[in-house]
């Protein structure tokens, strides 16, 4: 089993700069592909970005590609999303989730998820 705790989210203005950080365990930390997601209130959980296992390939969808971004240090056991010049459309839960097989961009993937972090972006 695999448990992943995350947090770091909070209330910033339009424009600022938070740091979501997701803690895992149970399994080894650098097997496992780990990814980000959102779901804002009304809408369907949306991919957000995901890294390897080595760190050295990540992706982005397109809404939050130049603002955000996703590192992991494996020592650890640790998974970061950096985000930067935050808009109120961002305003959602955020959950980060890790994956052992599958395609990186589909939330099915993805088998452990933490419990969610609030990310409130106001005008």
């Known amino acids: 089993q695999v448990q992943l705790v995350d947090s770091g989210g909070g209330l910033v203005q339009a424009g600022g700069s938070l740091r979501l950080s997701c803690v895992a365990s149970?399994?080894?930390?650098?097997?496992?592909?780990m990814g980000w997601f959102r779901q804002a209130p009304g809408k369907e959980r949306e991919f957000v970005a995901a890294?390897?296992?080595?760190?050295?390939?990540?992706y982005y969808a397109d809404s939050v590609k130049g603002r955000f971004t996703i590192s992991r240090d494996n020592a650890k056991n640790t998974v970061y999303l950096q985000m930067n010049s935050l808009k109120p459309e961002d305003t959602a839960v955020y959950y980060c989730?890790?994956?052992?097989?599958?395609?990186?961009?589909?939330?099915?993937?993805?088998?452990?998820w933490g419990q969610g972090t609030q990310v409130t972006v106001s005008s």
């Open positions: 989730a890790s994956s052992f097989a599958g395609p990186i961009f589909q939330g099915l993937s993805y088998k452990y």
């Open positions: 149970g399994r080894t930390f650098s097997d496992a592909t």
């Open positions: 890294i390897t296992r080595s760190g050295v390939r990540t």
